[in-house]
Structure formats: structure tokens, C-alpha cells
């Protein structure tokens, strides 16, 4: 009998030792992939290529790519996302070329693009080719200069409400925090209509929703991370990062606000009275309904994080370099004075908050990377080495931001470095909301935001540290986007 037992053991070790060795040499199959074409690459790690650190949740994915960045002087490398080899773009000259003059053989992005669900597949930002770039155009209803100044007008009075929320904190409040409440309070006032009653004690639906899709949980770090790191896993799984709940109250809140204003005729005013008009002048009959309100959804992902994280990082730094606080003040002193108040066209001509603002995005560059997929085989420009089609290739955004060959002593807060904004006369170096067709559709909206909120608190409040302002800033290896792990505590003082 033991004699048996041994030999099913042995039988049984035997089988998993075969099952282990076959799935070890297909996942290492093309571990020498880079290094038959002579590419820079750092050895990966069975299973898991360069991306161990970052499924672990030890290191977040902008850190990652700036280590493996820091490797090497090539223009370019390349890593392993699991088995998947990828190609990381370091020169300003051959970014350029992917983004603007060869966009057309780039214009996909190779994160999941969220097809297996009606809400999420219709995301601009995921879309493949041609669907981008109808949904694209057909989005711009949303952002025309009109509307962008409509936009402003109400980003006013969320200001004077921000100030006087602000104005009742007397003790330390977490400048990501109360961003993110000015942030809610605009993409539910501008794109679903809606009162989010951020300044109020109370957590609103609206609010509460918002907090789910940023609230962090192993699983959101999980899907998140994936989107960009293995869409076939998402594909495979139909996994959403956004909740069914949550996708089913924004969208209700968009109808219901459709109907609370069907019969506004005025000039549009927000989002919904654009879908209004829309429909009206088709009769009723608009296919295109829902994708609108599928991409206020986005624009409220996409808005919030980048635009709340700007101005949080900007307050934290005004607070710990008051000299720059102050030539900020006086900059925004003077604007106020010259155009007799906060106006669309007086916030985007003061220069020193344009560069305040410029050099947060470059020390906190929001997202890991730009991404795109390669839709035909294509030679780099001045080399032998060949994208083939379909592999993905990224720009590393945080890593070239951080880059002291572009902006010496990166770590250093110093908006003087954008006196003149001459980074991308030879090529892209620094390109937050991206570059080509492509680029951030909201861009001038979210800078025309975070300059407008700013504008107000410096003009309201003194920006200064507390006993947990933090000295230097460490980052939340869970996370994909660029955020604090201890938080970006600071204290507001009236002036």
C-alpha cells in the first residue's frame, strides 16, 4: 500500500513539475525577444517580465518605468509586461514622430479598450480606430470656445463657494481633499447639471459615487492596472473599473437632468442642455445620446484625478516654498487688477501661474505613460529596428518629466524653468495632456479650472505648512495615478 502511495506522489510530483516547466516555457518564450535585436532591456522575471513590482503592488507603474528609464542613455528600450514585449520611447525626436508625423500608423492605444460594455466602450480615450476619432469630433459640442467661457462663468460661482467653505476650516485640511471637492462640484455642475452639494456636511449621492470609483480597493487596483498592462485579461473576464451601480446612477442623473431641462431654450449652459438641443434638432430621434452621456461619465474619470491632483500638488508645494507663494500672490494681484477682476481671458494671460502650473504637472506628471499600438509594421527613423504591428509602445511621461538632461535638478520646484516654454522646439519633452490628434480633449478646460481655483485661494488665503506637511513627498505603490500616500496636509490662514 505504501509502495502505491509513493508511486501516485511521485506520479504526482512528476505531472506538476511537467505542467510548471510547460507553462514556464511559454511564458518566457520571447524573454529574448529585445536581445536578438540588439535592444536595451532589463532581464525580466519569469511569469511576471519587468512588471513584478508593480502586480505586487510594491512600486507604482510611474515609478517603475522611470527605474528601468534611468538604465539606460538609448533613445530607446525595451521591458516585458508579463510575457508581451514593449517598446519605451525616450527621444524627443522619434515621440515627436509617433505622436504628430506618423500619428496615422499610431493612433490606437493599446490599453483595453473596454468593448465588452456599452458604458465604457464608448470612452473616447479607449476607442480604436476610426471610432476615436467620430466620437471625438462629435464631442467637440462640449468644448467650443462658447462653451468653455460658459463653462468659466460657472466656475466662478463654484469658487465663491469653495472660498466659503474654505473660510470655516480653521484646522489642517488635506489639499488633495478639498480639490477633489472643488473638482466634484464643477464636472457635476458643468456636465451633468446637477448640485453634487460638495460644501456641505452631508455626503450626496453624486459625492458618494465619485468616491467609489476613487476609493482605492485591490480590487480597482487590480482591474486598473491591468486596463493597462494585459487588456486580453479584461477582455477575457469583461472587467469593469467602474461599478455597475455606479455607472447606472451617472447615467440615470444625466436623464434626469435631461428632463429637468428639456425645455430650456436659452444658450446652452452645461452638457445636458447641449444633448438637449442636439435632440431637439433631430427631431427626438438621436442615436448618439447615449454616447454623450457615456462620455460625461469619462470626462468626470478623467477630469477629476488630473485636475484635483494638479491643484493639490500645487498647494502643497506653494506651502512649502513661500516664495514662490508670494510672486504667485502679487502675479495674481495684479491680473485681478488690471482686468477688474477673475475673467476667461485675464486667468490664461498671467504667465506666472501658466508656469506654476507647468512645473506641477512636470514634478507630478499624472499618468504613468502615453500608450499606442503600432497598426502597421514601422522602422524608427535612423535605426534598423522594426515596431512590428500590433506592439504597444510607451512614452513615458513621468520618467522624461523627471529627466535632468531636459530639466536640471528635476526634483526642485521651479516654475522659473518655464520662462521661456522652448522644451519642444526639437521634439516633445514635455507634454502633459499629450500631443496630436490624440490629445487631451479637455485640456483647456481643466487648465482654465485649476488656474481659476487657484487664483481664488491665493488671493483669499496664506498657504502654509503643519506639523504633517510632509518634507517629501512618497507615492502610493497601489496606485495608478500619481498620489501621495501620506497625504498633502497644509493649513489655510485668511489674509
Same mark, same amino acid.
Not at 452631508?202 to 493597462?228: A, E, L, P, W
Not at 504637472?361 to 497598426?375: C, F, Q, S
Given at each position: 500500500?505504501?509502495?502505491?502511495?509513493?508511486?501516485?506522489? !511521485?506520479?504526482?510530483?512528476?505531472?506538476?513539475?511537467?505542467?510548471?516547466? /510547460?507553462?514556464?516555457?511559454?511564458?518566457?518564450?520571447?524573454?529574448?525577444?529585445?536581445?536578438?535585436?540588439?535592444?536595451?532591456?532589463?532581464?525580466?522575471?519569469?511569469?511576471?517580465? &519587468?512588471?513584478?513590482?508593480?502586480?505586487?503592488?510594491?512600486?507604482? !507603474?510611474?515609478?517603475?518605468?522611470?527605474?528601468?528609464?534611468?538604465?539606460?542613455?538609448?533613445?530607446?528600450?525595451?521591458?516585458?509586461?508579463?510575457?508581451?514585449?514593449?517598446?519605451?520611447?525616450?527621444?524627443?525626436?522619434?515621440?515627436?514622430?509617433?505622436?504628430?508625423?506618423?500619428?496615422?500608423?499610431?493612433?490606437?492605444?493599446?490599453?483595453?479598450?473596454?468593448?465588452? *460594455?456599452?458604458?465604457?466602450?464608448?470612452?473616447?480615450?479607449?476607442?480604436?480606430?476610426?471610432?476615436?476619432?467620430?466620437?471625438?469630433?462629435?464631442?467637440?459640442?462640449?468644448?467650443?470656445?462658447?462653451?468653455?467661457?460658459?463653462?468659466?462663468?460657472?466656475?466662478?460661482?463654484?469658487?465663491?463657494? #469653495?472660498?466659503?467653505?474654505?473660510?470655516?476650516?480653521?484646522?489642517?485640511? *488635506?489639499?488633495?481633499? /478639498?480639490?477633489?471637492?472643488? @473638482?466634484?462640484?464643477?464636472?457635476?455642475?458643468?456636465?451633468?447639471?446637477?448640485?453634487?452639494?460638495? #460644501?456641505?456636511?452631508?455626503?450626496?449621492?453624486?459625492?458618494?459615487?465619485?468616491?467609489?470609483?476613487?476609493?482605492?480597493?485591490?480590487?480597482?487596483?487590480?482591474?486598473?492596472?491591468?486596463?493597462?498592462?494585459?487588456?486580453?485579461?479584461?477582455?477575457?473576464?469583461?472587467? &469593469?473599473?467602474?461599478?455597475?451601480?455606479?455607472?447606472?446612477?451617472?447615467?440615470?442623473?444625466?436623464?434626469?437632468?435631461?428632463?429637468?431641462?428639456?425645455?430650456?431654450?436659452?444658450?446652452?449652459?452645461?452638457?445636458?442642455?447641449?444633448?438637449?438641443?442636439?435632440?431637439?434638432?433631430?427631431?427626438?430621434?438621436?442615436?448618439?445620446?447615449?454616447?454623450?452621456?457615456?462620455?460625461?461619465?469619462?470626462?468626470?474619470?478623467?477630469?477629476?484625478?488630473?485636475?484635483?491632483? @494638479?491643484?493639490?500638488?500645487?498647494?502643497?508645494?506653494?506651502?512649502?516654498?513661500?516664495?514662490?507663494?508670494?510672486?504667485?500672490?502679487?502675479?495674481?494681484?495684479?491680473?485681478?487688477?488690471?482686468?477688474?477682476?477673475?475673467?476667461?481671458?485675464?486667468?490664461?494671460? &498671467?504667465?506666472?501661474?501658466?508656469?506654476?502650473?507647468?512645473?506641477?504637472?512636470?514634478?507630478?506628471? %499624472?499618468?504613468?505613460? %502615453?500608450?499606442?499600438?503600432?497598426?502597421?509594421?514601422?522602422?524608427?527613423?535612423? @535605426?534598423?529596428?522594426?515596431?512590428?504591428?500590433?506592439?504597444?509602445?510607451?512614452?513615458?511621461? #513621468? +520618467?522624461?518629466?523627471?529627466?535632468?538632461?531636459?530639466?536640471?535638478?528635476?526634483?526642485?520646484?521651479?516654475?522659473?524653468?518655464?520662462?521661456?516654454?522652448?522644451?519642444? +522646439?526639437?521634439?516633445?519633452?514635455?507634454?502633459?495632456?499629450?500631443?496630436?490628434?490624440? +490629445?487631451?480633449?479637455?485640456?483647456?478646460?481643466?487648465?482654465?479650472? /485649476?488656474?481659476?481655483? !487657484?487664483?481664488?485661494?491665493?488671493?483669499?488665503?496664506?498657504?502654509?505648512?503643519?506639523?504633517?506637511?510632509?518634507? +517629501?513627498?512618497?507615492?502610493?505603490?497601489?496606485?495608478?495615478? %500619481?498620489?501621495?500616500?501620506?497625504?498633502?496636509?497644509?493649513?489655510?490662514?485668511?489674509?
Amino acid at each position: 500500500m505504501s509502495f502505491l502511495t509513493s508511486a501516485w506522489a !511521485l506520479n504526482f510530483v512528476i505531472f506538476c513539475s511537467t505542467i510548471f516547466f /510547460i507553462l514556464y516555457k511559454y511564458f518566457t518564450r520571447k524573454f529574448d525577444y529585445w536581445k536578438k535585436r540588439g535592444v536595451h532591456h532589463t532581464k525580466p522575471i519569469p511569469f511576471f517580465g &519587468n512588471v513584478y513590482d508593480i502586480v505586487t503592488f510594491k512600486r507604482n !507603474l510611474s515609478e517603475q518605468i522611470k527605474k528601468l528609464y534611468d538604465e539606460t542613455d538609448e533613445p530607446y528600450f525595451g521591458i516585458f509586461v508579463f510575457d508581451k514585449p514593449i517598446l519605451v520611447i525616450k527621444s524627443p525626436k522619434l515621440i515627436k514622430d509617433i505622436l504628430i508625423k506618423d500619428f496615422n500608423k499610431f493612433c490606437d492605444r493599446s490599453i483595453a479598450d473596454g468593448s465588452h *460594455d456599452k458604458t465604457i466602450g464608448n470612452f473616447v480615450f479607449l476607442q480604436k480606430n476610426p471610432n476615436w476619432k467620430l466620437t471625438r469630433t462629435k464631442l467637440t459640442s462640449f468644448f467650443t470656445s462658447s462653451m468653455t467661457k460658459t463653462f468659466f462663468s460657472n466656475i466662478e460661482l463654484i469658487n465663491e463657494k #469653495f472660498i466659503e467653505h474654505l473660510e470655516n476650516i480653521s484646522d489642517p485640511v *488635506d489639499a488633495k481633499y /478639498i480639490a477633489g471637492h472643488f @473638482t466634484t462640484e464643477m464636472i457635476a455642475r458643468c456636465f451633468f447639471a446637477t448640485d453634487p452639494r460638495c #460644501f456641505e456636511s452631508d455626503m450626496s449621492k453624486f459625492r458618494y459615487c465619485v468616491h467609489r470609483i476613487f476609493q482605492f480597493s485591490v480590487r480597482n487596483g487590480f482591474i486598473q492596472t491591468f486596463y493597462f498592462l494585459k487588456p486580453s485579461i479584461i477582455k477575457l473576464f469583461k472587467l &469593469n473599473f467602474l461599478e455597475n451601480s455606479v455607472i447606472k446612477y451617472f447615467h440615470e442623473t444625466f436623464l434626469e437632468a435631461m428632463e429637468c431641462r428639456k425645455e430650456f431654450d436659452g444658450k446652452p449652459v452645461n452638457a445636458v442642455d447641449v444633448v438637449n438641443q442636439l435632440q431637439k434638432k433631430h427631431n427626438g430621434d438621436f442615436p448618439d445620446q447615449y454616447l454623450f452621456i457615456s462620455n460625461a461619465m469619462f470626462l468626470l474619470v478623467a477630469g477629476y484625478e488630473t485636475t484635483s491632483s @494638479t491643484i493639490g500638488y500645487a498647494l502643497y508645494e506653494l506651502a512649502v516654498n513661500p516664495d514662490i507663494q508670494e510672486k504667485l500672490r502679487n502675479s495674481i494681484k495684479e491680473n485681478y487688477k488690471i482686468y477688474e477682476g477673475f475673467t476667461y481671458e485675464g486667468i490664461q494671460k &498671467n504667465k506666472y501661474l501658466d508656469m506654476v502650473i507647468n512645473e506641477t504637472l512636470r514634478k507630478y506628471g %499624472l499618468i504613468p505613460v %502615453l500608450d499606442r499600438e503600432a497598426l502597421t509594421d514601422y522602422r524608427l527613423e535612423g @535605426t534598423d529596428l522594426v515596431i512590428e504591428k500590433g506592439m504597444a509602445v510607451y512614452i513615458p511621461y #513621468f +520618467a522624461m518629466f523627471r529627466d535632468p538632461k531636459y530639466f536640471p535638478n528635476p526634483l526642485k520646484f521651479n516654475p522659473e524653468r518655464f520662462a521661456n516654454n522652448n522644451f519642444n +522646439a526639437d521634439g516633445f519633452t514635455f507634454f502633459p495632456f499629450g500631443e496630436g490628434p490624440r +490629445a487631451c480633449i479637455g485640456k483647456r478646460l481643466g487648465l482654465l479650472a /485649476i488656474a481659476a481655483c !487657484l487664483s481664488h485661494v491665493l488671493l483669499k488665503f496664506n498657504i502654509e505648512k503643519c506639523e504633517d506637511t510632509p518634507d +517629501a513627498i512618497e507615492f502610493e505603490p497601489k496606485s495608478l495615478a %500619481l498620489q501621495s500616500k501620506d497625504g498633502l496636509k497644509i493649513k489655510l490662514v485668511s489674509i
